[in-house]
């Protein structure tokens, strides 16, 4: 066993026998824990350093990357393999023993977590928290697992993308660099853009980056739009320019990925993506200054997001399908962004900018639901599964994910950046239920959850429904109801 006290004498004894096996004395106070078989004794400090110490020797080895914050509590699994530790940001850590490298990050609990402990076959990690809750994880299943990729923005940063497959990420710098990431294979390029993107954007299977920008002059400017080609790995020569542009404009690269939908103002039209040759440059003027647009998935439409209303418009012929006037619905007279269609075309959704997230059936463009999916901030990005069933939002911290068709009363929210609650967030779901999340402070995230059973995982991992206060803080003009059908009311 090992025990610390006041003076920061940190001792370990051999049960059986009663006999001292080593001491020492910290600078600080610590959490700690000795190995099964007690060669080998694992401490965390205040200041988030780690250290393994070999009993025998009193040799440290200095265990990298260290933590932020101090740990709580350390323990060890019962074949010594690996050791976890509890964190000051509600999360379980797992290191694998003999690399001393990070296994895993398993998180669920909304309050602070005080102790975990392993099963004694070491499949299952149990954590208690301060929130009432205990929670299990079962290690060779994978689930709660969230897999670190190790790229992070670097300092400079401006801005960030998330392909919505969750295949590509990017970011931009204030020197002009753009960097790609290409997450399954961990390669990047970097290309620089000399005039510096105001925004960009990804297509949906991550294989192209729009930039746009506007031209630095007082009064209306020019409004262009770069494209950077990912497997090519190499930006565009062409620019596409539209001018003047008071206030607003937007681009998205269609899902096909052969053409750009640029909006300058009230000028929408489209570009060939490989050439920038025009195909319709003035396809269609909008009734206001565009600041969104989202694109159905077999070119049909395009949705523009104007001050007040979002006009829907059929690519083919320039032609207004749809103007729908979210004033007095949504009491929202600003653009509404993130717009984006559902995979199957069914879906429109967008984002308010006070964080609620609007949801309308496309074969009648009535609103299908409206709820709050952020409080306090905006909806940063917005994206179906590919199924078209769920909807993630990412914003303030954390990634929602939002059973369509159940609205408000079908959605768990997952810890993205818990030290942060008012980071980015950016998302993107795989083919395979794959969440992948997006920020500046965790850089990219892939959480292992099937997208046919988000809900139904989340509910397991927090292992009851929502409480009345917690459903009264997040829904609360609405009335209590079951969020998981397997746990009963309460």
Same mark, same amino acid.
């Given at each position: 066993?090992?025990?610390?006290?006041?003076?920061?004498?940190?001792?370990?004894?051999?049960?059986? %026998?009663?006999?001292?096996?080593?001491?020492?004395?910290?600078?600080?106070?610590?959490?700690?824990? &000795?190995?099964? *078989?007690?060669?080998?004794?694992?401490?965390? #400090?205040?200041?988030?350093?780690?250290?393994?110490?070999?009993?025998?020797?009193?040799?440290?080895?200095?265990?990298?990357p260290?933590?932020?914050?101090?740990l709580?509590?350390?323990?060890?699994?019962?074949? @010594?393999?690996?050791?976890?530790?509890?964190?000051?940001?509600?999360?379980?850590? /797992?290191?694998?023993?003999d690399?001393?490298?990070?296994?895993?990050?398993? !998180?669920?609990h909304?309050?602070?977590?005080?102790?975990?402990?392993?099963?004694?076959? @070491?499949?299952?990690i149990?954590?208690?928290?301060?929130?009432?809750?205990?929670?299990?994880?079962?290690? =060779?299943?994978?689930?709660?697992?969230?897999?670190?990729?190790?790229?992070?923005?670097?300092?400079?940063?401006?801005? +960030?993308?998330?392909?919505?497959?969750?295949?590509?990420?990017?970011? %931009?710098?204030?020197?002009?660099?753009?960097?790609?990431?290409? &997450?399954?294979?961990?390669?990047?390029?970097?290309?620089?853009?000399?005039?510096?993107?105001?925004?960009?954007?990804?297509?949906?299977?991550?294989?192209?980056?729009?930039?746009?920008?506007?031209?630095?002059?007082?009064?209306? !400017?020019?409004?262009?739009? !770069? =494209?950077?080609?990912?497997?090519?790995?190499?930006?565009?020569?062409?620019?596409?320019?539209?001018?003047?542009?008071?206030?607003?404009?937007?681009?998205?690269?269609?899902?096909?990925?052969? +053409?750009?939908?640029?909006? @300058?103002?009230?000028?929408?039209?489209?570009?060939?993506?490989?050439?920038?040759?025009?195909?319709?440059?003035?396809?269609?003027?909008?009734?206001?200054?565009v600041?969104?647009?989202?694109?159905?998935?077999?070119?049909?439409?395009?949705?523009? %997001?104007?001050?007040?209303? &979002?006009?829907?418009?059929?690519?083919?012929?320039?032609?207004?399908?749809?103007?729908?006037? #979210?004033?007095?619905?949504?009491?929202?007279?600003?653009?509404?962004?993130?717009?984006?269609?559902?995979?199957?075309g069914r879906?429109?959704?967008?984002?308010?900018?006070?964080?609620?997230?609007?949801?309308?059936?496309?074969?009648?463009?009535?609103?299908?639901?409206?709820?709050?999916?952020?409080?306090?901030?905006?909806?940063?990005?917005?994206?179906?599964?590919?199924?078209?069933?769920?909807? /993630?939002?990412?914003?303030?911290?954390?990634?929602? /994910?939002?059973?369509?068709?159940?609205?408000?009363? @079908?959605?768990?929210r997952?810890?993205?950046?818990?030290?942060?609650?008012d980071?980015?967030?950016?998302?993107?779901?795989?083919?395979?239920?794959?969440?992948?999340?997006?920020?500046?402070?965790?850089?990219?995230?892939?959480?292992?959850?099937? +997208?046919?059973?988000?809900?139904? #995982?989340?509910c397991?991992?927090?292992?009851?429904?929502?409480t009345?206060?917690?459903?009264? *803080?997040?829904?609360?003009?609405?009335?209590?109801?079951?969020?998981?059908?397997?746990?009963?009311?309460?």
């Amino acid at each position: 066993m090992v025990a610390c006290d006041d003076s920061g004498l940190l001792t370990a004894w051999d049960v059986d %026998s009663g006999k001292q096996l080593w001491s020492s004395v910290e600078p600080d106070e610590t959490a700690a824990a &000795i190995s099964p *078989d007690g060669s080998q004794l694992v401490i965390g #400090h205040t200041d988030g350093r780690i250290e393994r110490i070999d009993v025998n020797t009193g040799d440290r080895t200095a265990i990298t990357p260290a933590l932020d914050e101090e740990l709580i509590d350390l323990t060890w699994s019962p074949d @010594g393999s690996t050791f976890s530790g509890v964190t000051q940001d509600r999360t379980v850590s /797992v290191w694998d023993a003999d690399t001393l490298q990070p296994a895993v990050v398993l !998180r669920g609990h909304r309050g602070e977590v005080s102790q975990a402990v392993y099963s004694p076959d @070491g499949e299952t990690i149990y954590a208690a928290g301060l929130d009432g809750s205990v929670l299990a994880w079962d290690l =060779t299943g994978g689930k709660g697992i969230v897999t670190e990729s190790g790229w992070r923005p670097e300092p400079g940063f401006e801005l +960030a993308a998330l392909a919505p497959d969750g295949s590509v990420a990017a970011a %931009s710098y204030e020197d002009g660099r753009v960097k790609v990431f290409e &997450i399954a294979s961990g390669g990047a390029f970097e290309v620089v853009s000399p005039e510096g993107p105001h925004f960009f954007t990804i297509d949906r299977l991550g294989r192209s980056v729009a930039l746009g920008a506007f031209e630095d002059r007082a009064g209306p !400017r020019a409004f262009w739009v !770069r =494209t950077i080609d990912v497997q090519r790995g190499e930006l565009l020569p062409y620019r596409i320019e539209l001018d003047p542009v008071a206030t607003a404009a937007d681009a998205v690269v269609t899902w096909d990925n052969k +053409a750009i939908l640029a909006a @300058g103002e009230q000028q929408v039209g489209l570009w060939n993506r490989i050439t920038g040759v025009p195909e319709a440059p003035e396809l269609f003027a909008a009734a206001n200054g565009v600041a969104g647009t989202g694109m159905h998935p077999d070119r049909r439409w395009a949705a523009l %997001s104007e001050s007040g209303l &979002i006009e829907v418009i059929d690519l083919r012929t320039g032609d207004l399908v749809v103007r729908i006037d #979210h004033r007095a619905a949504l009491g929202e007279s600003l653009p509404l962004s993130p717009v984006v269609f559902s995979p199957d075309g069914r879906w429109l959704a967008a984002a308010t900018p006070g964080g609620r997230v609007v949801v309308w059936d496309t074969r009648t463009w009535k609103q299908h639901g409206t709820w709050t999916a952020v409080r306090g901030f905006g909806i940063d990005s917005l994206v179906f599964t590919p199924d078209s069933d769920f909807l /993630v939002t990412g914003g303030a911290g954390q990634a929602a /994910v939002w059973n369509v068709e159940q609205g408000a009363s @079908g959605g768990v929210r997952l810890d993205v950046d818990p030290s942060r609650p008012d980071a980015n967030v950016w998302v993107g779901v795989r083919d395979d239920g794959t969440l992948v999340t997006f920020t500046e402070g965790t850089g990219v995230r892939e959480w292992d959850v099937a +997208a046919d059973g988000l809900l139904e #995982h989340a509910c397991t991992v927090v292992g009851r429904n929502l409480t009345q206060e917690e459903w009264d *803080d997040v829904l609360p003009d609405r009335p209590y109801q079951r969020t998981c059908s397997q746990y009963p009311s309460g």
